[in-house]
């Protein structure tokens, strides 16, 4: 298995961001297969579209090279072992940065990341808001499966555009901020942006359902919905949320075997990149 290209450490307690594959879709309802090889595929583009070779050596496709920032790439594991690997990510106070896999994989991470953290502010781009409550532990009930360990009143949506009416209702009943692309259209991306931040508390944590985007930037994904976010206001907002800091993120529902020569994965490679690079640097 290949390494990320923005890994560049082979030292686990010398880095400060870990990358982690979780290739599990075992608790998707969606009609759309194949996030599993999501992982293994993202590493594989970004050595191929974001790295080159120039005189032997080996540069990256934008200035994180020679970043003090120290990433270091895990490989894959076995969705049962996230709680104990994410609780030694923790307890090491280092960043996990997450390829899955179904999007039902954010609710063990953030469970086991509230342990230490407690109370978290959720970031959750998305065009689903995931707050299904009358069927638990699913790709569909992230949000309310997490509810004990986020903070709602400096939580947030972003991309939201397809609700089911039980979502709405839990949406209203909790008072959970939602951004939809038209209210970025409205408002503007840099409003937007300060928004968010100004909302957001001391503890971020960011899940990036990649159909938030739209899909004609991010065909690739496992239910794919119109209207949806560009790719540039989508990295916009990560970068801005970045500079505040974050405790983890996570990359879901990359699809590769209905992407279109791999742009998706190729987007969710310079993802990472941003998040690495923008990190705490307000």
Not at 5 to 23: K, L, M, Q
Not at 160 to 184: A, G, M, V, Y
Not at 243 to 270: N, Q, W, Y
Request: hydrophobic share 35%.
């Amino acid at each position: 298995m290949e390494e990320i290209c923005w890994a560049n450490t082979d030292n686990f307690e010398e880095s400060e961001f870990v990358v982690i594959g979780i290739p599990d879709e075992s608790q998707s309802h969606a009609l759309r297969k194949g996030t599993e090889e999501a992982p293994d595929k993202i590493r594989q583009i970004s050595n191929i579209r974001d790295s080159f070779e120039r005189n032997g050596k080996i540069s990256l496709g934008r200035p994180f090279q020679g970043s003090e920032k120290k990433v270091h790439d895990m490989g894959n594991i076995h969705r049962d072992q996230i709680e104990n690997i994410y609780g030694k990510i923790s307890e090491s106070s280092k960043i996990p940065i997450s390829i899955g896999g179904d999007h039902s994989i954010t609710r063990q991470i953030i469970n086991t990341m509230g342990k230490k953290y407690e109370k978290i502010s959720l970031v959750y781009f998305d065009a689903h808001p995931d707050f299904v409550s009358s069927t638990t532990n699913y790709y569909g009930s992230v949000v309310n499966d997490v509810l004990s360990n986020i903070e709602i009143e400096s939580s947030v949506q972003i991309g939201i555009r397809t609700p089911e009416q039980e979502e709405l209702d839990n949406i209203k009943k909790w008072n959970l901020e939602i951004i939809t692309p038209f209210d970025i259209h409205e408002q503007g991306i840099k409003k937007v942006a300060n928004s968010i931040r100004n909302k957001l508390g001391d503890k971020v944590y960011v899940s990036f359902d990649m159909d938030c985007v739209d899909p004609s930037y991010a065909p690739g994904v496992s239910v794919p919905v119109p209207m949806g976010l560009n790719s540039t206001d989508a990295v916009f907002l990560l970068k801005e949320i970045a500079k505040k800091g974050i405790i983890g993120m996570d990359i879901m529902e990359v699809c590769p075997s209905f992407d279109v020569k791999d742009r998706t994965s190729h987007l969710a490679s310079r993802i990472i990149s941003e998040v690495l690079y923008s990190s705490g640097e307000a």
